[in-house]
């Protein structure tokens, strides 16, 4: 996989929290889809409680993406290395990640399918 989770960094501050995601190789950050799920005898389990999925976007090897848990506008800063920040927005009400039962997933999923309910 091209992105690995890092750290949530300011557990617990509905303000900082937010997760740390650093860029191993180039690639499209929308193959990535984030899930918030629950812990069973302290490994992910299946029950997703809130998913985020990334926009279309070419990220560099080296980049950082920033995912804070609040509302925000998704934006970009280069770093004092040279490395591109790029900023991401959950826009939950509420700190995610203070509860020690909760877990995160990051999904590669560049292959997808979709459909309205209705329609199927």
Same mark, same amino acid.
């Given at each position: ?27 499209? %950050? ?14 992910? !389990?299946?029950?997703?409680?809130? &998913? ?7 990220? +560099? &090897?080296? $980049? %950082? ?9 998704? +934006? ?15 826009? +939950?009400? !509420?700190?995610?990640?203070? !509860? ?18 209705? $329609? %199927?």
């Amino acid at each position: 996989m091209n992105l690995k989770l890092r750290n949530v960094a300011d557990k617990g501050d509905p303000k900082k929290e937010r997760l740390i995601i650093r860029v191993l190789n180039d690639t499209d %950050l929308g193959e990535y889809i984030l899930l918030r799920t629950g812990l069973t005898d302290g490994d992910v !389990n299946i029950g997703v409680e809130s &998913a985020f999925w990334f926009p279309d976007k070419a990220i +560099q &090897a080296g $980049d %950082l993406v920033v995912v804070y848990s609040r509302a925000g506008n998704t +934006q970009e800063k280069k770093s004092d290395a040279g490395r591109t920040v790029h900023f991401f927005y959950w826009d +939950q009400p !509420n700190s995610i990640w203070k !509860n020690r039962e909760t877990g995160v997933v990051l999904a590669h999923a560049p292959i997808w399918e979709a459909a309205r309910a209705e $329609d %199927l």
